[in-house]
């Protein structure tokens, strides 16, 4: 199984900063066959299901204000968040769907400072 | 807009069943791969099964496999995820997905597993 590391578990930013949340997987998944990384990221707000921000490593899903960004190929990857506004307050997720199982990163806590 | 929309959920002794349903709107719902994933409460995310657009390919995460299985028909736009010798460690919020990628997702269904 690809398991998915995330950093930092926690963060702090204040608002119009600039957050980063980095994501780890423990084998590459950049596929050779398409030279795409099945790396997807995701949002989630208290009592809310989860929503894609990013799919494709760093294609950002229709509607996700352009302040969402991801980058980062084989097994590094970032999600950024150019300028942090207070509805971005939630936990964010890494996701690889390169192969079954699907696995998830433990989730990074997004707070304001 | 695809809307998908999650039943089945509730409290269920150890060892019980139950069965979850998905029903999908919104979608070419046979063009898709759907998944189920869950939540235990305060937890991350677990995805815990999927299934192809044709129902031809079925993925479980190994701790539910031999216990839970996916299902779908295509003519109704509908998923199912039959849950058998359920554990009180399966307690979690079920969520169907659309996607190999889970592109959309429900809003959840409460599965509470406990004497």
């Known amino acids: 199984d690809i398991v998915m590391t995330q950093s930092p578990d926690s963060l702090a930013v204040s608002l119009g900063e600039r957050a980063t949340i980095n994501c780890k997987s423990s084998?590459?998944?950049?596929?050779?066959?398409?030279?795409?990384?099945?790396l997807a990221w995701f949002q989630q707000k208290p009592g809310q299901p989860p929503k894609m921000l990013i799919y494709w490593a760093s294609t950002r899903k229709s509607g996700v204000p352009d302040r969402f960004s991801g980058s980062g190929s084989g097994t590094d990857f970032t999600l950024t968040i150019s300028s942090l506004q207070a509805e971005d307050v939630a936990v964010y997720y890494c996701?690889?769907?390169?192969?079954?199982?699907?696995?998830f990163g433990q989730g990074t806590r997004l707070e304001i400072k | 807009e695809v809307q998908l929309v999650e039943s089945g959920g509730g409290l269920v002794q150890p060892g019980g069943s139950l069965r979850l349903s998905c029903a999908a709107s919104?979608?070419?719902?046979?063009?898709?791969?759907m998944s189920w994933v869950r939540q235990a409460p305060g937890k991350g995310l677990e995805w815990v099964a999927n299934i192809k657009n044709d129902g031809s390919e079925k993925y479980y995460v190994d701790s539910v496999k031999g216990r839970f299985t996916i299902s779908r028909d295509n003519a109704k736009n509908s998923v199912v995820l039959q849950m058998n010798s359920l554990r009180v460690d399966d307690t979690a919020v079920y969520y169907c997905a659309r996607g190999f990628g889970l592109d959309d997702w429900g809003q959840g269904t409460l599965v509470t597993v406990s004497s």
């Open positions: 919104g979608m070419t719902f046979s063009d898709h791969w």
């Open positions: 996701q690889q769907y390169y192969g079954a199982p699907i696995t």
């Open positions: 084998q590459s998944v950049l596929s050779s066959s398409n030279n795409q990384n099945y």
